[in-house]
């Protein structure tokens, strides 16, 4: 299939990275991959790092009336199968570009859908709306759609993200995310002070809403700033970790896509996370990995120490959680269920994965 993939972001948050990630997935299993996005942001270099074919047009803020003819000569030229928008610019430019061509929105950010008059338009002319965690389909985020939605989630690059060999006999907690308070680290911070002196943590993450000194001034608060390291911003995260006891992901809300959660699964990291959001989609309780309730630091340092006291348990959760990872979440394997959907969509039939939405009303977030 020949399949344009819309991203108009300038950040590289999750709609960008989930767009991408697309893109490389159905091109590892053979389709023809277009993705259109502004030129000279992010998305532009991620996917050019990705060795996919871009086409730079802006269609966000004015460029959503100066890009629009642009747009139709690129759709025209390519001829899509289907159209993949995974923001609300690039859907609403294929909705009134495209006339016949199937259309699909993926959404996976916890802002709840607009309305309105223009809203059911576009919506009208969207074939299948996709989210990445069921969690989303359970709490309202289709809004008013009564067309059908699905699930299908962001994948892992498994060869990036593989096994580590770890040193010796690892004793750091190790969180990665950006320094925001909603990303519940002040709840690793306390979770040392239950905990054995020798077993200590290290956070790695851009300064957003706090600083590396503010988490450290915290921890100096709590007696435990001898035991904790802020990396700030790392290039390469996995170079932190072999010397990782297990991955920690303690948001108190965000992960509509823990990327950080499935990138220590895929490195067969022993994962302990916040049952927020799309973590317990992602992880299984006992099996992938550990749930904690978000912001109990009792319970998240209960179970550190439990990982740190029973190595063979901690092996087992993290050969599964790899193992997850391989057969569900690996390029290739959310690739070939993207395939499966689009080709059903495109042939003009019904996917058994597919439901009705007949939701009303704001979802719940939290």
């Given at each position: ?264 699964m895929a490195s067969a990291l022993p994962l302990l996370a916040a049952s927020t959001n799309g973590l317990p989609d992602l992880v299984r309780d006992g099996v992938t990995g550990l749930l904690h309730p978000p912001g109990n630091h009792a319970e998240l340092a209960r179970q550190a120490l439990f990982l740190h006291r029973n190595p063979s348990a901690a092996s087992r959760l993290a050969g599964n959680a790899r193992r997850y990872c391989e057969d569900r979440l690996s390029y290739r394997a959310v690739g070939r269920v ?29």
């Open positions: 299939m020949r399949i344009l993939v819309t991203v108009n972001c300038r950040w590289w948050n999750a709609s960008a990275q989930g767009g991408v990630a697309q893109a490389v997935a159905l091109a590892m299993v053979g389709h023809d991959v277009l993705l259109q996005t502004g030129g000279g942001g992010p998305v532009a270099g991620k996917a050019a790092e990705a060795g996919l074919p871009t086409a730079l047009l802006d269609l966000e803020g004015a460029g959503s009336v100066t890009g629009m003819l642009p747009f139709r000569r690129l759709v025209k030229e390519f001829s899509p199968d289907v159209i993949c928008c995974h923001r609300a610019e690039g859907q609403a430019a294929a909705a009134m570009a495209t006339g016949s061509i199937p259309l699909v929105r993926v959404r996976c950010d916890v802002r709840p859908p607009k309305g309105g008059a223009l809203w059911r338009k576009v919506d009208r002319r969207t074939g299948l709306v996709v989210f990445p965690g069921r969690f989303m389909t359970g709490r309202g985020f289709a809004g008013e759609r009564t067309g059908p939605v699905a699930v299908i989630p962001q994948p892992v690059d498994t060869e990036r993200y593989a096994p580590v060999h770890r040193h010796g006999e690892p004793r750091v907690l190790l969180s990665l995310g950006r320094l925001s308070p909603v990303k519940g680290h002040r709840t690793l911070v306390r979770a040392l002070t239950l905990l054995p002196s020798d077993i200590t943590a290290a956070i790695a993450g851009a300064p957003a809403q706090q600083t590396p000194g503010e988490l450290m001034e915290y921890a100096e608060e709590l007696g435990v700033a001898g035991r904790l390291v802020v990396h700030g911003h790392v290039g390469d995260v996995r170079s932190l970790f072999p010397e990782a006891l297990c991955g920690v992901v303690t948001s108190l809300g965000s992960e509509v896509v823990s990327r950080t959660g499935m990138e220590f993207w395939e499966e959907h689009l080709a059903a969509l495109a042939a003009g039939e019904q996917h058994p994965g597919w439901r009705v939405s007949r939701m009303t009303g704001a979802p719940g977030v939290t």
